[in-house]
């Protein structure tokens, strides 16, 4: 929520004042779903939010033609600094973002292990297309000279990310397929350990 609230008084204060659509429009044309998980069902929200704590305060509503009345907003004070405390957080602390096939990894040992690896491999055939994708928009003019510079980095990170990703994956996959065992030793001969198979060996039945 901190990058959401973040991203919603930032694109206020560069645009004010503005629409709550335009707010919108221009964090979805950033892709900030994606990046930054600011959902699009959520900046609405995160504008009255806003607005009831005196963050940003409501300019004018006005109604054209047959549209829903739109509401301009500005920032306040109170929101300025809001904006720059989450900034430097979000600059200055690690934080990592929740990735479901963390939670899938987890039951690894649930998988037969040559699904396990097909899996892996399918995971980092994606990845490598998702690279190739970034590293044909990062050569193409509309990074290069019709967004800020400092976009081009941004995809150069989520490149280098990436591609961690698929040599971690490549060596795992090198891992499960050799039968290492998912346990070490000493968890393998406790009794927990045990009863914990067993339950899981009825549970498969």
């Known amino acids: 929520m901190s ?9 206020v204060r560069l645009m ?13 044309s950033w892709g900030a779903d994606r990046w930054a ?7 609405y929200h995160g ?9 940003l305060r409501e300019v004018a509503t006005e109604e054209v033609g047959g549209r829903p009345a739109r509401t301009s907003y500005e920032i306040t004070a109170k929101g300025e600094a809001e904006f720059e405390s989450l900034l430097r957080d979000l600059w200055w602390n690690i934080s990592m973002p929740p990735d479901p096939f963390f939670a899938a990894f987890a039951f690894i040992d649930a998988l037969p292990r040559e699904e396990a690896a097909a899996a892996l491999r399918n995971r980092a055939t994606v990845l490598r297309a998702s690279i ?8 193409s003019r509309w990074i290069s000279e019709l967004k800020p510079t400092y976009v ?9 990310r990436m591609e961690a990703e698929v040599a971690w994956c490549e060596k795992t996959v090198d ?3 050799s039968g290492m065992s998912y346990y070490p ?6 009794p927990e350990f045990r009863d914990y198979l067993e339950r899981s060996s009825n549970t498969q039945r």
């Open 3 to 11: 990058a959401t609230r973040m991203m919603i008084l930032g694109a």
């Open 16 to 28: 004010q004042p503005v629409h709550g659509y335009d707010v919108r429009r221009e964090l979805l």
């Open 37 to 43: 998980n600011v959902q699009p069902g959520s900046i």
């Open 47 to 55: 504008l009255r939010k806003l607005t009831e704590e005196s963050m």
């Open 132 to 139: 190739e994708g970034l590293r044909g928009s990062l050569s």
């Open 152 to 160: 081009g980095w941004m995809f150069e990170l989520s490149i280098v």
């Open 175 to 177: 891992l499960v397929e």
């Open 185 to 190: 030793p000493s968890l393998r001969e406790s």
